[in-house]
């Protein structure tokens, strides 16, 4: 079965870096439209930022761009997101998504079938 295991969170300092890895399985990764979406305790689930199933294309949150990157290795089956310049307001548990389409990854996260089980990241000021 279809497997996303996200890792790389943690307690980090304002201004701090991180990287998150999804590892997939179980699926054609370079079939699926990946994303990232955070969800802040008794907050709704949030778009961070997406990629075509190529990596050629890369979609972002008002938020985080600029500070944030997507990326992905279809020969190793993992999405990366690089986060510099953290914020106390990046504060969530972040997930990885896949939409097996090949059109640009949505906002929606209804639309998402596959998911991970999350990774916290925590922001101190």
């Known amino acids: 079965q279809v497997q996303l295991v996200e890792s790389g969170g943690r307690l980090v300092q304002a201004g701090g870096s991180l990287r998150l890895s999804c590892a997939a399985s179980?699926?054609?990764?370079?079939?699926?439209?990946m994303a990232w979406f955070r969800q802040a305790s008794g907050e709704e689930r949030e778009f961070v930022a997406g990629?075509?199933?190529?990596?050629?294309?890369?979609y972002y949150a008002d938020s985080v761009k600029g500070r944030f990157t997507i990326s992905r290795d279809n020969a190793k089956n993992t999405l990366y997101l690089d986060m510099n310049s953290l914020k106390v307001e990046d504060t969530a548990v972040y997930y990885c998504?896949?939409?097996?389409?090949?059109?640009?990854?949505?906002?929606?996260?209804?639309?998402?079938?596959?998911w991970g089980q999350g990774t916290q990241v925590t922001v101190s000021s």
């Open positions: 998504a896949g939409d097996r389409t090949f059109r640009p990854p949505t906002t929606n996260w209804k639309v998402y079938d596959n």
């Open positions: 179980g699926l054609t990764f370079s079939n699926y439209a």
């Open positions: 990629v075509k199933w190529t990596g050629g294309n890369t």
